[in-house]
């Protein structure tokens, strides 16, 4: 009878131990669980907020997400392979379509903890270069606008002034073909005049 009873403390004891173990590493998970865009989310967000999700289910959302365009809906989760609808109805208050975290941001505790700090540092410079060249690429494009609009206003004063001095050349010419016309007009009476002069006298002598 006390043989029994010591068997069933035992089994409850390991029972009550395996439950507190269960629960130890469930909880970090559930602390850690954010809600998931699913639309957006890549393969790391994936597996680290939904439950029952690894690399492989992960990469076969993804992949049913380019080939099939965004989910309509959280049900149709169904219809990527290896994920039933118990598993849907499990993550169902983590996932959404049209918001939530898209990639990890939480950093894990232990070894991986330095990795991943190196990796965010290098994303940071990374970033920070990109930056630097948009702004390098933005001042590069500003002084060549400035100098293709001094340009074109340089370009207007010449063309300006060339035209200026084309009118000024043309009122030139008329007016010296005026002095010219006017010339001739002159020369053409003075012969005329002189001509009836000659023919007058001539008949005078004549008479």
């Not at 130890?24 to 602390?31: D, H, M």
């Not at 809600?35 to 939904?50: F, M, P, R």
């Not at 700090?117 to 970033?127: E, F, H, P, R, V």
Request: cysteine-free; glycine content about 4%.
């Amino acid at each position: 009878m006390v043989l029994k009873m010591n068997t069933e403390n035992d089994k409850i004891r390991n029972l009550l131990l395996s439950i507190v173990v269960l629960v130890f590493f469930a909880l970090p998970q559930i602390a850690l669980a954010e809600l998931v865009n699913i639309n957006k989310a890549n393969e790391s967000a994936l597996q680290a907020n939904l439950s029952g999700i690894g690399p492989v289910k992960a990469k076969a959302i993804v992949e049913y997400r380019k080939k099939n365009g965004p989910f309509k809906s959280i049900n149709e989760l169904a219809n990527v392979p290896g994920i039933g609808k118990s598993l849907i109805n499990n993550n169902r208050k983590n996932v959404s379509t049209k918001k939530g975290v898209t990639r990890v941001t939480n950093l894990s505790t232990g070894k991986n903890k330095e990795s991943e700090l190196k990796t965010l540092d290098k994303k940071k410079n990374l970033s920070k270069q990109k930056n630097s060249s948009k702004t390098v690429a933005t001042e590069f494009s500003d002084k060549k606008s400035k100098a293709e609009k001094s340009n074109n206003k340089s370009l207007k004063a010449i063309k300006k002034k060339e035209s200026q001095a084309n009118k000024k050349k043309t009122k030139v010419k008329d007016h010296k073909n005026k002095v010219s016309k006017k010339g001739k007009e002159a020369k053409n009476k003075l012969t005329k005049d002189k001509s009836l002069k000659v023919s007058k006298s001539r008949q005078k002598e004549q008479r």
